[in-house]
DNA sequence: GATGAATGAGGGTTCATTCAT
DNA sequence: TATGAATGAACCCTCATTCAT
């Protein structure tokens, strides 16, 4: 197949087929993540697009050929931002059956998919300006917290034991279990520089107490 | 009745003493619930001085004889509905020594205090605005937060028995007690028209949890 | 009744009496005149508010004050130009029975109202944007020339013979009377400084014309 | 058939000879006819230029190689549109000597050339935008009115009876004959959906005016 | 003190024009 | 030659703040 889309040994492909594709999607994450970053430390409507544009390298134009306006920037990035947690969220593991070793995975998946990325700041944004942007607010709702808590609470429901006061506490508020998450992640944010949180020993805390409550037995 | 609001013998002071003060106190205060309303419905930036003063019933103007600019309008309305608080903070109740005691105070307190009122959108905006506004965080910080957690960090300490694990945990990370209703707050705020959260009894399941892991008998 | 807003005699009236109100209108005059100079000179697109406000003496943001949009300033400008000869047109003049008197009214009319003043920029205004404005041409056709029309037709018929055959014409077309006195406006502006045109000489012998037909025998 | 489009001898060429050059024609007469689509219905300021490139079928920076740029473009289009009626004008009609048979060629002409095709919205557009376009207003006077008045009042002076007033008013005012058209012209783009004007009946009813004056027997 | 008209800097958005492919 | 992504100057409009009344 000569000439054809190989890459790697053809002569002279003086420009990579799908050159444009690339280059414009590349382009695109840029302003994305220049976005999150301005939108991050600023908030929404103090984010002037021309310092996203100036962060991501490109003239304020060029913003308006990949975004309507500066809301639907402000959608795409969260959107773009928390679809991949949707796809995981797809996917509960199916075996787990411990409380512990439930928690565990749930922590360990926080951290690895929020707190040590940038999504935190995404929920961030999520949490403050969310009421102002309905399109947003329902998204994370719909496609996120709708689907996490559900399926948090049908892991649960398979680990708990059946009478356990506790567990039936946590099946019917899963937001239980993610709360000290949501603390660390505005904590930091607000008061990380008079006080540093370490999230991990909170999240191990947390986990301590539930599993204190899960694990016992019912008088 | 000395010293009440009348005056009552002067010929010509139409106004009785103080009552200018007293105007004035006044419409300070309807400037303030009008921002509150306004800063919470819009948030900071997107929330205009125009509107509050419509809403206090004021000219534009005349915000200005009473606060400075805007962010000084948006800080005084955090102190001003936080303050309070801080009194409150002060007094910790002094014999409340069982877990179930105490949990009940502070859920009590936390409904009559903030979620029962107008500071629950405060506390929201504190989370949402703080981390642009460095004197409200630093506040919220030093005379809300930073007074709270020691506080009660230091009746649990007397409540817990010693030794007991989820006690110590607590102690180390009070955040976890407060935690679930800060997403009570936020909840209502993005979620509540797709699925109001019932407060009240997800506090009462948090209770029941941190009572379950408190009251067990270490093994 | 001393002290009351009698104005004249007084002593010291610093600001007469209805100072603002006066102040404000003839502000809102001054913003109309600067619009008709640019918008005349420029077209709507064209003409920048920052150019109008510089030529009203105010700054960009008080037309904001008087005038929601730069559409609805075109719109006012229009309307409040063409409005005083609404009022003329209501009152046609009861006696004129002949040809000769009649177009020599209509022609001086035409003069005075029009082409001696800045309304005949505001026609060619209307002429050149009204297509894109909706409301302008509305405004005009409903309010100007579907009433002019109407108008000048009734006076028409009282002033020509019957069965005058050029007559009926004009009763049908009185479009056919003010063309030339469109001409004349357009032609100023396109081609003055080519070749100037005699407007005056222009209506003269358009009336020597219809006269012409009117006052004919018929054979 | 030497010299068509074919050349057929040649191995290679696809393109036969002249290809380029008809399709480069063609494609410039696509933009033009876009252009004037476009500034007709927009007026000069608010056609974009992506519009007409899309309506023309080609990218937006071909137009570019056409036309040096949007003024240009405007003056190519007033230009090559009212190209043709300077030709017909070069040649006025030899023969035609009474007033009647002289009118109705002009009516004729007018309808044919202009209000029969899309230079009615050429003129339009001229008339509108010709203030702010020096070189269009100066391109319309010096080859189109500039030689169609002189040639109309040449064609007059041999048609009308020496001394017949109405006749040496039109000599003198050519621009009689022609204003009811521009009337018809403008009419329709700005009150035709309120009242639509029978363009053929105001041009035969302006056509009796003058000849009821121009056959008249002086007194 | 109280008012609200006036200000003008600032920012979102558009679009004519360019230029690398 | 043709393309259309990229540019950035320009402009409308908003709104915090001021100040004459």
Redesign the interface.
């Known amino acids: 197949m000569p000439g054809s889309r190989s890459g790697g040994s053809a002569a002279k492909p003086r420009k990579p087929p799908r050159a444009r594709e690339e280059k414009s999607a590349a382009r695109r994450d840029a302003i994305l993540a220049a976005a999150l970053d301005e939108f991050a430390a600023?908030?929404?409507?103090?984010t002037r697009i021309d310092d996203v544009a100036r962060r991501a390298g490109v003239a304020k134009g060029t913003i308006y050929l990949y975004f309507r306006d500066k809301e639907a920037l402000f959608q795409e990035l969260v959107r773009s931002a928390l679809s991949p947690i949707v796809a995981v969220l797809e996917h509960p593991p199916a075996g787990e059956v411990t409380p512990r070793g439930l928690l565990g995975v749930l922590v360990q998946t926080f951290v690895r998919e929020i707190y040590g990325t940038r999504r935190k700041d995404v929920i961030?944004l999520?949490?403050?300006?969310?009421?102002?942007f309905p399109g947003v607010?329902?998204f994370?709702?719909?496609e996120v917290?709708?689907r996490a808590l559900p399926a948090v609470r049908e892991l649960l429901r398979r680990a708990v034991e059946p009478g356990n006061?506790?567990g039936e506490?946590?099946v019917?508020?899963p937001?239980?279990i993610?709360?000290?998450a949501?603390?660390a992640v505005?904590?930091e944010?607000?008061?990380g520089r008079?006080?540093p949180?370490d999230a991990e020993?909170?999240m191990h805390?947390?986990c301590?107490?539930?599993l204190?409550?899960?694990e016992?037995r019912e008088p």
């Open positions: 600023s908030g929404f409507a103090a961030r999520v949490l403050s300006e969310g009421p102002r607010a329902e994370y709702y719909r917290v709708g006061s506790a506490a946590l019917r508020y937001q239980l993610v709360a000290p949501l603390v505005i904590w944010a607000l008061f008079f006080e949180l020993g909170l805390a947390h301590e107490l539930l204190g409550a899960l016992r």
